[in-house]
């Protein structure tokens, strides 16, 4: 079986004890989670957090941890040539490793970044100089460089951007790579065409590095640079060019999260998660997803 998963909270009472449950919900495997909200660096203390009942109720569920992601926060820029903004993005990081690595995760994902208004491939030197420096602290995390849309001047819009900061990392087990579907289709990147994709992607980085996909619809065309993401099927990259990709025997062996919009009726927001996994599982389009999930969590 295919691991996959989702994203899922983690809020109060329960924290990452919430968060096993949530993903139980939904079916899954796995499962990805901030370790506190990721617009800001405010973070719950991690003795609040119920890590020793997470990792029972995991081993309980035959969720393995070692396929359960960390995504690091948004604010995180390590591309930022201003000094004093790199180094708040770097501290934050580090932190956010440490809770990791305390929650027993082996993985964080982590956007590369933005250059600003600065140097492109300075910015690039920067951002595997800083995580040198953060690996060689804590060399049992490992950090997966996401692939981006390429919204303004984002790094890692293009596997060869990806390519050069993995080059320049001292550790070689300590990175990867977190592939984003709905990025690099807005990217660029052509998702009807998945061996070409694959094997593109292995030729520049190469799939030993290809630790996590998120798996999201586009609401954009292909080369958009946009980000926008949509429910599996209902998008530009469409439901059976997604399962081909999932599916395809070079990567099926990889950690498939779902990052795909709640659904909302006219007062709420409901999580699409346990539907859209088992239209994953069953390799069929889910026609009535919408309405499903509305009728779901309105029971």
Not at 167 to 174: E, L, P, T
Not at 272 to 284: A, H
């Amino acid at each position: 079986m295919i691991k996959i998963g989702s994203h899922v909270s983690m809020t109060s009472p329960n924290f990452f004890l919430g968060s096993v449950n949530e993903a139980i919900s939904y079916n899954a495997n796995t499962f990805m989670f901030y370790t506190g909200a990721p617009q800001n660096s405010l973070r719950v203390p991690l003795e609040r957090l119920k890590i020793n009942e997470a990792w029972k109720m995991m081993k309980d569920n035959n969720i393995d941890i070692n396929n359960v992601i960390v995504h690091a926060p948004y604010l995180i820029n390590l591309a930022n040539l201003n000094q004093e903004k790199v180094a708040i993005s770097y501290n934050l990081l580090v932190n956010e490793i440490n809770r990791t690595i305390k929650m027993g995760c082996k993985y964080i994902v982590l956007h590369p970044g933005a250059s600003m208004d600065y140097n492109r491939i300075e910015s690039l030197n920067q951002v595997a100089n800083l995580l040198n420096k953060a690996i060689d602290s804590n060399p049992s995390i490992c950090i997966l460089l996401e692939t981006m849309a390429g919204k303004g001047s984002e790094i890692g819009k293009v596997f060869e951007e990806i390519k050069y900061i993995i080059d320049k990392i001292d550790k070689k087990d300590s990175i990867g790579v977190c592939l984003d579907t709905c990025h690099i289709h807005d990217g660029g990147y052509n998702l009807c065409c998945v061996d070409e994709l694959i094997a593109k992607f292995d030729s520049i980085i190469g799939l030993s590095y290809l630790k996590v996909c998120h798996i999201n619809d586009s609401k954009n065309e292909m080369g958009a640079h946009k980000d926008r993401h949509e429910n599996i099927g209902y998008g530009k990259i469409g439901f059976d060019n997604l399962i081909n990709f999932i599916y395809h025997p070079l990567i099926q062996d990889k950690i498939f999260i779902l990052e795909t919009p709640y659904i909302k009726d006219d007062k709420n927001s409901f999580p699409p998660y346990k539907f859209e996994i088992s239209s994953i599982l069953n390799k069929k389009f889910d026609e009535n997803l919408y309405q499903e999930v509305i009728s779901y969590y309105k029971k």
